[in-house]
């Protein structure tokens, strides 16, 4: 066969091949969904925030309707050193949505109204409350989130919610300090669609007036034939230019003044840190716990948490839930959930322990804690155990006879277990 003949077919079946690559990439058009949020690394997820008794305040709103997300949060102690902490850095509460789908019109921690960033102390435990107002129709996950300065967005569990309704309706309006009403989803917006398009056709007709004129090979031959450079700009073209530049001086300095004197009062946006929030009082802990081994059986998806639990308290206590990166494993003979929480973070059954009765008071006992859910492959935290510090973090719940739930973190390394 000819080199020519040979090229040809090898041609023929590069173009056959993409041809079946881009038909098949056409048929396969997933709907995009969610954040992302599973390729945040585990680590990240399990030994950061732990957030917990999470309500969403509604499922579905209208534009315009208010909705809140309440619950509490645990600054894990054994935050990983390569990531920036909070103790340090300053740290934002957020929502995570995909865009100003929702505004977050108030937020708090620890009931003090935080605008800004703060201080959070590792090992403490927050309640916080964020309120958000619907905007724009559609079906929405709505992550709580916390945005740690030099370690990025640190996103929690995410719940869908539906938006209906019309944007048009929204409106925001706030009164300033000042007394007047502002809508400020549409305050100013003529000043920034005007002044953008002014000084868009200012530019359009300085480069118009110069464009017209013979351009750059013309000139160059203009300057290499030896015509002197200052004959290439004419009378006229020196007038045009101070004008222009006396017109944006002049524009620039009286609607600096108009603007000034429509708003005399005016404040400047208000950053910097807040400081150490208050934690949740906490006083000596009723239930103590360490960890003896920890394994993730990769065949199983389960992990198996062997922990000495010594009850210092007045109550027997059993373990109700496991919680880790937002997923939740129940213990069912003790614990059932009813907050209609995300289901695909939860096991409602997920969490067995080897010996169930309760512990009493003044008692110690090594119990072995199995936590079994698809949800460590489908959350991608079994990724975990391909870390070169192959570490877990989570929180224990315990329930006593009272009712009442203690929170216990734990965390360690996790060993792999492939057989
Ligand atoms: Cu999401």
Known sequence: ???????????????????????????????????????????????????????????????????????????????????????????FLNIGIPGPVFTRVESYIGGQFVPRSVNLTLGENYTFKVVLQARRPGRWHVHTMMNVEAAGPIIGPGKWVQIEGTMADYKHEVQTLTGRTEDIEKVGTAGIYGWSFFWFLFGCAWIAYWAMKPLFIPRYLAVRDGVPEEDLCSATDVKVGIGFLCAAIVITALSYWSANASYPVTIPLQAGVIGVMDP??????AVEIGLEQATYRVPGRSVNIKIRVTNRGVNPVQVAEFETAGVRFLNPTVYKDDTNYPPQLLAPEGLTVDDNSPILPGHSRVITVTCTDAAWENERLADAIYDPDARFGG?????????????????????????
């Open 280 to 285: 949740i009082p906490a006083g000596a802990p």
């Open 1 to 91: 066969m000819s080199k020519t003949a040979m090229t040809k077919r090898v041609g023929r079946w590069a173009a056959a091949g993409l041809a079946m690559v881009v038909g098949a990439t056409g048929l396969y058009a997933p709907e995009a969904s969610a954040h992302g949020e599973k390729s945040q690394q585990a680590f990240l997820r399990m030994r950061t925030i732990h957030w917990y008794d999470l309500r969403w305040s509604a499922d579905k709103v209208k534009v315009n309707d208010k909705m809140t997300v309440t619950g509490k949060f645990h600054v894990f102690k054994g935050w990983p050193e390569t990531t920036a902490n909070p103790q340090y850095s300053p740290a």
């Open 395 to 419: 929180l224990f719940f315990f329930s006593d006879t009272s009712g009442f739930r203690h929170v216990v973190p734990i965390g360690g390394p996790l060993l792999p277990r492939f057989t």
